[in-house]
């Protein structure tokens, strides 16, 4: 089971980017997909998610209305399109797997990384003013 996050980089403020993450040894159907950021010394915040079964989409406060997650089943692959970035998107982006078949504890478990036991490599996406 492995999880590729790709389409990171450096944009300037009002700029977007397509994230992709490619998932190989296991098929999307079955999993849902969340996507988080990370800064230094700060803890790992939850950005979207795909639900796996439901195709349910969820957002994060600050990047509802900018931010677009989508699951192509063909491509086995989920994106997260990020549109008006802003400098405070400049973080390290982090695609994570969980089974639908798998108990959640908590009514917002898509927003908890300890839900998820999949985890891609992280791709740099740097906002510039």
């Known amino acids: 089971v492995q999880l590729q996050a790709s389409g990171g980089g450096l944009v300037q403020a009002g700029g977007s980017l397509r994230l992709s993450c490619a998932a190989s040894?296991?098929?999307?159907?079955?999993?849902?997909i969340g996507w988080f950021r990370q800064t230094p010394g700060r803890e790992r915040e939850w950005v979207s998610s795909?639900?796996?079964?439901?195709?349910?989409?969820r957002y994060a406060d600050p990047v509802k209305g900018r931010f677009t997650i989508s699951r192509d089943i063909a491509k086995n692959t989920v994106y997260l399109q990020m549109n008006s970035l802003r400098p405070a998107d400049t973080a390290v982006y982090y695609c994570?797997?969980?089974?639908?078949?798998?108990?959640?504890?908590?009514?917002?478990?898509?927003?908890?990384?300890?839900?998820?036991?999949?985890w891609g490599q992280g791709t740099q996406v740097t906002v510039s003013s």
């Open positions: 994570a797997a969980v089974s639908v078949l798998s108990v959640k504890r908590f009514t917002t478990w898509y927003a908890d990384k300890t839900e998820y036991d999949y």
């Open positions: 040894g296991f098929t999307l159907d079955y999993y849902s």
């Open positions: 795909f639900g796996g079964s439901d195709g349910r989409t």
